[in-house]
């Protein structure tokens, strides 16, 4: 306990001049450092919120409890990063939805951000660095226990999900930044960091990744921990993304082949079943986030995404749900494009599961880009409950998302006829005839359309147009472009120079190392 307390202190040093953001990294590790829960309690029931100062780094209960504990970290009610506010700048900063109208955040969606602005734009920052640091801390400490009861394969596994975890977390900072400090141990003496490029981050990404390929197993001893504990086959999506972001399609079709060939996931037959609240942990689930009603690890989605008001009496799309009476700023209200999107494609399915219609005139708080009448979509998809803070779970990772993936990857590597195959399934579930798309460019548009309805709100959006173009400038352009349902601009101003949002100036302003974004 006496090295424990010794590390705790010096890394409390180490945090307030570097750039995570101190209050809450500490936060992070007391809730690792004094996790308290037996093997199997941990397991059956994670208890995401009870503290204990019983526990140091001594056995595999303990390694255990601590990289359980990250898993807790994203869900809890405070934090707003993997909730909703990655939608900011996957689905808003894109062509899908509307901010509300809290100014930081519309300025974000366009292309206005102010570094000083700590919502949204530092919560990427702060959180996934706490996460990070979190990680660190099991990899730092792990290899050092000894314990007969604890072996090495259990050690791997434990191991394991701390790499895939600090990949995942630096993953989504790059995409969000562009290139970000890298510190793999809170051992590390360099306090003042530089950034490391957009290149080598992902570089970083990748060999966390695949090492956590070869630590974890493909399936745990419950469907629970499977779906929500870092598998092999949660390493090899994301190393699926990964590549896919890279412009490397070979082997971006590689590791989503072997997602898709696994017999640990399918597609759930049903579409709507994956965001009504009352089939979580379904087969078609890689990773899924889990919120606990009545206490800290609840979530407040329903409150950001949808209406205010008692609409039980409302007959529209959907009809006798529960009364949201907390008057609030709505986000994500759906764009006319994406509405129209779903006509044009005639998915009557994911556009059913997806928004919830109500008269403009009825929205308390409607956003701009409507005119005076027209049904303003907010978002159905994320949560379904109607409670002040609920329990409903938050899909990170479907096997939905990597075969489309891997249909745009074989695309791209002249297996086109493979490629409409992948698409077909996907299309096949929600009822939609297979794909007139034969060459190689219509596929890659019929697949883009695909994205874009099947994964609305799912951290994709804006990632996949810069992709499809694979030309900033031409990306930039069709940003720019968006109009509402009368043809008038909506007033994104994007440019070349801000396709990455601002680093926060606060932590510019502690780590004379740190050079802003381009255009800021």
Request: with cysteine; proline share 5%; aromatic share 12%.
């Amino acid at each position: 306990m006496k090295n424990l307390k010794h590390n705790v202190n010096k890394l409390k040093y180490i945090i307030v001049k570097n750039q995570y953001n101190s209050s809450m990294i500490l936060l992070a590790l007391m809730l690792i450092v004094f996790y308290s829960c037996t093997s199997e309690e941990f397991f059956e029931k994670p208890p995401l919120s009870e503290l204990s100062t019983e526990v140091s780094y001594a056995s595999k209960a303990d390694a255990e409890a601590a990289v359980g504990a990250i898993y807790g970290l994203p869900s809890r009610r405070s934090e707003h990063y993997y909730k909703w506010q990655h939608t900011i700048f996957s689905d808003m900063r894109a062509d899908n939805t509307h901010s509300g109208f809290v100014a930081d955040i519309r300025n974000v969606e366009l292309f206005q951000a102010s570094p000083s602005a700590n919502e949204p734009n530092g919560y990427p920052w702060s959180q996934n660095y706490q996460y990070i640091a979190a990680c660190n801390a099991v990899i730092d400490n792990i290899p050092g226990i000894e314990n007969p009861d604890f072996n090495q394969a259990d050690k791997d596994v434990i191991m394991g999900q701390a790499y895939f975890l600090r990949g995942f977390f630096y993953f989504y900072l790059n995409r969000v930044y562009g290139g970000v400090p890298i510190t793999l141990s809170n051992e590390d003496s360099d306090i003042f960091k530089a950034r490391s490029s957009y290149e080598e981050v992902h570089a970083q990404v990748e060999a966390d990744l695949l090492l956590a390929e070869s630590l974890l197993p493909s399936e745990y001893s419950t469907n629970y921990l499977t779906r929500t504990r870092a598998t092999k086959g949660g390493a090899q999506s994301m190393l699926a993304k990964l590549y896919a972001d890279m412009g490397d399609y070979t082997k971006c079709a590689e590791y989503a082949g072997k997602v898709i060939s696994s017999s640990t996931y399918e597609l759930l037959p049903t579409f709507d079943h994956l965001f009504d609240g009352e089939h979580e942990y379904n087969k078609e689930i890689i990773l899924e986030l889990t919120h606990i009603m009545g206490n800290a690890q609840s979530t407040y989605v329903g409150i950001q995404v949808l209406p205010p008001g008692d609409y039980s009496q409302y007959d529209g799309t959907k009809s006798g749900f529960n009364a949201w009476e907390v008057p609030y700023h709505r986000f994500n209200t759906i764009k006319t494009d994406l509405v129209a999107a779903f006509k044009e494609m005639g998915d009557t399915v994911r556009e059913e599961s997806t928004v919830f219609y109500v008269p403009y005139e009825m929205a308390s708080v409607p956003p701009y880009g409507y005119i005076e009448g027209e049904p303003i979509g907010h978002l159905w998809k994320m949560t379904r409950e109607g409670g002040l803070f609920d329990d409903q779970n938050l899909v990170l990772l479907r096997l939905a998302d990597i075969i489309l993936l891997g249909a745009e990857a074989n695309n791209q590597i002249g297996n086109t006829g493979q490629a409409i195959t992948l698409l077909n399934q996907v299309r096949d579930r929600v009822q939609l005839p297979p794909t007139t798309a034969t060459s190689k460019s219509e596929v890659a548009l019929a697949i883009l359309k695909e994205r874009r309805l099947e994964l609305v709100c799912e951290n994709n959006r804006y990632y996949d147009l810069r992709r499809y173009y694979n030309n900033d400038a031409a990306f930039i352009q069709h940003i720019n472009s968006q109009t509402d349902s009368e043809g008038n601009s909506f007033g994104v101003q994007a440019s070349v120079g801000k396709v990455y949002i601002p680093i926060p100036q606060a932590e510019i302003d502690v780590n004379p190392n740190l050079v802003q974004n381009p255009g800021y």
